[in-house]
């Protein structure tokens, strides 16, 4: 994948960290979406086939509305997945572009003079604000979508 990014220029960049990062959120967002729209119920589509709806009407008219509680567990998942992940943030940036994870590991190991433990937990809280952030404004969906998608029936 360093390669690859390399060759099409975006090693070190934001924008590739957010390629090498969808492409590996694909296989368990796949799999979140598969089991909550297989919870859904058959007679729904077979009730709006016979009210002449399409395939894409379907979709985007009965799918996708009933699909906020899924989508709100996607993005919390993703969010939270990709903001505490170090390793593709050393592998796949450069300092200047480091994520805050990598960030905060540079300012706690730094063997420098004296360790100032006040600045260490500051930059751990500030880091820790946005998971934090994300979980209470979302709290309730993710719940909603957790428990549909698990239950099926």
């Known amino acids: 994948i360093v390669i690859l990014l390399r060759e099409i220029g975006l090693y070190g960049t934001l924008w590739g960290l957010v390629i090498v ?4 959120g694909m296989p368990i967002l796949t799999l979140l979406f598969r089991n909550y729209f297989s919870s859904v119920p058959e007679e729904l589509f077979k009730a709006a086939r016979v009210d002449g709806a399409g395939f894409w009407r379907i979709y985007f008219v009965i799918m ?5 509680p899924i ?6 998942l993703q969010i939270t997945g990709i903001w505490n992940d170090f390793l593709f943030g050393v592998i796949y940036t450069k300092p200047d572009t480091y994520p805050m994870t990598v960030q905060l590991n540079n300012i706690v190991n730094s063997v420098q003079g004296v360790k100032e433990y006040n600045v260490n937990m500051a930059a751990t809280i500030l880091t820790g604000l946005v998971p934090l952030f994300v979980y ?11 428990a549909a998608g698990a239950v099926k029936g």
């Open 64 to 68: 996708l509305p009933m699909a906020l």
């Open 21 to 24: 990062h969808s492409i590996f």
């Open 71 to 76: 989508f709100v567990v996607a993005i919390i």
């Open 136 to 146: 209470f404004v979302s709290g309730k969906l993710f719940v909603r979508g957790i």
